[in-house]
């Protein structure tokens, strides 16, 4: 009889030992995560010079996209070091929303478009943006896994007496336009291909 | 309808169920057979140290192959490196969905092949290798690559690999067993060996059992496999977030009649799709499907569909 005791007690002690592994070690995977998008940031950035360099002598009167960049560019730097994923997301963002620009401005340059350095600068600046997105995405994934663990039972015993608080991920506004779909879009759009 | 985590937890509820029967049927017949082999030869608890032995040489068979697997599917298939501005799709592709899946980056492989197809091997996934054909690369767009990359990706972050090994050792095991005792009743055994109503019925389900599981064995593998392919698809679709690539892949791949040369029966079961394009479309084609490595594309379409 207190075999059987001592076997069940056993089992629960393994249990607790792994749902508490499971959240510490999905805390610091989540860190390596945030580092990673930091990481792709960084790389993104790092290509803005060369696409300035091969560029620059076509598009000369485009001097906003350029001060853009170098904008955009600052701001990765900063947040890659200061490690908030936040401030990493924002910046992220912000460059973001040059690139259709840069893109629009070679595609009319015919120039630019011939040239063969010139595209593949692109589709790498493409992949970066694809790269920082998949990051961000692991980002999210990881927090949603330790979020759900946190309040299923029975894995939020453990994560009651150890106190794990719930983690904010990559902090979307939760009410805004991107949310709501307005009477407008939901028409179908009328195509013209003329 | 329904979305992408109740697809993943159903494919993993339902291998699982297979994987217990299969554990259940291995146990039945390792048993059966021992006991066969004990009442054979006049002792008991059995031939469980013929189990043993079985298991052992099975287990040896096996490991080699897992354990470099990637390196042998690699020479047998004349692989060579992707080169990643040759195949920027593939590259990126695969390298995106790594970092998004929180695996590191596989070793990327093309065959030189125009029928398209795509495999995963390695033993864990700092091991993994993904290869395509160039086929693959050429026929598909970019979001259809991404679909196929992550049902890869899926099957090495799920340890498909390892699983599958496991599997095989253990038909191995049971075909062994079933072999020893069929050639030990030939071979005759002690003369005082125990007899009665009980050691003729124990000899009788033995030589069923020998003859009848390993076919039973191997088909248990085959449906672990498809049920594995069905996870994998609906993994995948976690990865990517919209089926569409995948699906629109899989329609291509299923459209493309032509066999790949260098895929052969030991390496079949890897590929994305079936390599050995033979679709029985008739009375018989349930029976047949029973042996196949992948479910018909018809049905990994439709579940796909289901989450679109």
Redesign the interface.
């Known amino acids: 009889m207190p075999l059987i005791l001592i076997g069940i007690l056993a089992v629960l002690v393994i249990w607790v030992f792994t749902t508490y592994n499971f959240f510490v070690s999905s805390r610091a ?1 989540i860190k390596a ?1 945030v580092q ?1 998008i930091g990481n ?1 940031l960084k790389r993104q950035a790092d290509l803005i010079p060369n696409l300035e360099s091969s560029t620059k002598g076509y598009l000369k009167h485009e001097k906003k996209i350029f001060a853009d960049l170098t904008d955009a560019r600052r701001a990765i730097a900063s947040a890659v070091k200061s490690g908030d994923v936040q401030k990493m997301a924002d910046a992220g963002s912000q460059l973001a929303s040059i690139l259709p620009s840069i893109r629009v401005a070679v595609e009319d340059n015919p120039e630019l478009k011939a040239s063969e350095v010139v595209t593949k600068l692109m ?1 790498e600046l493409r ?1 970066t943006a ?2 920082v997105m ?2 961000r ?2 980002v999210i ?2 927090t949603a896994d330790f979020n759900v663990k946190r309040v299923s039972v029975p894995s939020n015993i453990v994560a009651n007496i150890f106190k794990f608080i719930e983690l904010p991920g990559l902090i979307t506004p939760e009410k805004g336009e991107h949310v709501e779909v307005g009477s407008g879009e939901t028409k179908t759009p009328k195509v013209n291909l003329e | 309808m329904i979305n992408v985590y109740e697809a993943a937890s159903a494919n993993k509820r339902k291998s699982a169920v297979i994987i217990v029967l299969f554990i259940i049927f291995v146990t039945v017949s390792v048993y059966i057979l021992s006991q066969a082999m004990g009442v054979y030869f006049g002792y008991e608890p059995g031939g469980l140290g013929a189990a043993g032995i079985a298991l052992i040489i099975s287990g040896f068979m096996s490991f080699g192959s897992y354990y470099y697997s990637d390196k042998i599917v690699l020479s047998i298939s004349g692989a060579k490196e992707a080169d990643r501005n040759e195949f ?1 799709n593939f590259y ?1 592709a695969a ?3 790594a ?4 695996l590191p980056k596989p070793k990327l492989y093309v065959i030189d092949d125009s029928a398209p197809n795509a495999f995963a091997t390695g033993r864990d996934p700092e091991h993994a290798v993904i290869c395509a054909t160039t086929g693959l690369i050429a026929k598909l767009n970019k979001s259809e690559l991404e679909g196929v990359i992550a049902h890869e990706l899926s099957h090495i972050k799920n340890y498909d690999i390892r699983l599958m090994s496991i599997v095989s050792v253990l038909v191995g095991t049971i075909a062994l067993l079933a072999d020893f005792f069929l050639r030990m009743s030939f071979h005759g055994g002690r003369r005082d060996r125990k007899s009665g109503q009980l050691g003729a019925v124990i000899l009788v389900l033995g030589l069923i059992f020998a003859i009848a599981s390993p076919i039973i064995a191997q088909l248990i593998q085959l449906a672990v496999s498809r049920r594995r392919e069905f996870f994998a698809d609906a993994h995948a679709i976690a990865f990517t ?1 919209q089926p569409s690539g995948l699906i629109s892949a899989l329609n291509k791949i299923s459209a493309d009649h032509e066999p790949l040369e260098a895929a052969n029966k030991a390496t079949a079961h890897l590929y994305i799709a079936n390599p050995f394009k033979d679709k029985i479309k008739s009375s018989v084609s349930w029976f047949s499907n029973l042996f196949n490595t992948h479910p018909p594309i018809e049905e990994r379409i439709a579940a796909l569909e289901k989450m679109a």
């Not at chain 2, 970092?99 to 929180?102: A, D, K, L, S, Y």
């Open positions: 995977r995560a990673e792709q589709d992949d694809d790269k998949y990051a995405r692991l994934d990881l | 920027f990126t390298e995106n969905l970092i998004g899946g929180g977030r």
